[in-house]
């Protein structure tokens, strides 16, 4: 079984170094498999909001724990316009990580990472023709046996964890987006953005999106909470490629707690809920709509 930490949305600068002193001890005694952090490293792309980043990204590896994280939209510059449509996240790379489509492989595991933030929209994602071709590219040659997952900061279609709980924004090119993962077999999408905990399979969200369980996380550590959740990270153990258990990881105060948890199976054309969905915890049941409608 492998487990994975994940994070997203920590939004240094805008962070309760108690919450993230939390979650390092939290990781330091669960020791998951691997730490993926699904963007928004910074609130402003600032370099000394980089530097709290990096040295919170360097205490988890000095654990001895396997990182992977992918930029959000709040890591490229908002007010610096010169920067933002210049070198967008050259201080992510420089700080981070210089790959922005990180690739890691265990016995168990296949996980790429794929950047959605562009400095042409202040929020909303991008995926391009090329990272498609990467999605197939990386996942082409993976046992079959081994749980594939995709990282994004941005979900890949709408989903129904916008503000006021009205759909999302899909990101552009979101229906080629759908059907490369569905070529690479992808069992899992992670990502966040929205700050709110979810989980559901993507085809009872969108018809054609293939066979992958949509996970997001709330915000990690950062002060921006919203939908009166509080700090939170998701847990996910990965018995096999086709049975899955989310378990939400909350900040309760003084320390992060195992809360709520959701197991799915995958029956071969879709994931099913394995226990009742608990209500108000974050596993949302999405209707079923037409690609054309997201």
Not at 61 to 86: C, I, K, M, Q, S
Not at 109 to 120: E, H, K, Y
Not at 181 to 195: N, S, W
Not at 205 to 221: E, H, S
Request: contains cysteine; proline residues 4%; aromatic residues 8%.
């Amino acid at each position: 079984m492998a487990r994975i930490a994940h994070l997203s949305d920590l939004h240094f600068g805008a962070h309760d170094p108690a919450v993230v002193a939390g979650a390092e001890a939290w990781l330091a005694e669960k020791r998951p498999d691997l730490v993926a952090v699904s963007g928004d490293f910074t609130q402003r792309a600032r370099s000394d909001e980089y530097r709290e980043a990096a040295a919170f990204l360097d205490r988890i590896e000095a654990l001895g724990l396997a990182t992977l994280g992918v930029p959000g939209n709040h890591d490229v510059p908002l007010y610096d316009v010169v920067r933002r449509f210049t070198r967008p996240l050259d201080r992510y790379r420089r700080f981070i990580d210089d790959d922005l489509c990180p690739w890691f492989e265990s016995e168990t595991l296949a996980v790429l990472g794929i950047n959605t933030a562009r400095s042409l929209t202040f929020k909303d994602g991008r995926i391009s023709h090329a990272q498609m071709a990467l999605i197939r590219e990386r996942f082409r040659a993976v046992p079959k046996d081994r749980t594939r997952i995709l990282v994004t900061h941005h979900p890949l279609f709408a989903m129904p964890i916008g503000e006021a709980d009205a759909p999302s924004e899909a990101v552009g090119r979101h229906a080629e987006a759908l059907q490369a993962i569905a070529d690479a077999g992808v069992h899992i999408l992670l990502a966040g953005h929205f700050h709110r905990s979810f989980t559901e399979s993507a085809r009872r969200m969108v018809k054609n999106a293939g066979p992958a369980l949509v996970i997001q996380a709330g915000t990690a550590t950062s002060t921006r909470l919203r939908h009166g959740e509080s700090q939170s990270f998701n847990l996910i153990h990965a018995e096999r490629n086709d049975r899955i258990e989310v378990q939400v990881v909350a900040w309760d105060g003084a320390a992060f707690r195992e809360g709520s948890r959701a197991a799915f199976a995958f029956d071969g054309e879709n994931w099913q809920s394995l226990s009742p969905s608990p209500s108000g915890e974050g596993f949302g049941v999405g209707a079923v709509r037409d690609e054309a409608a997201v």
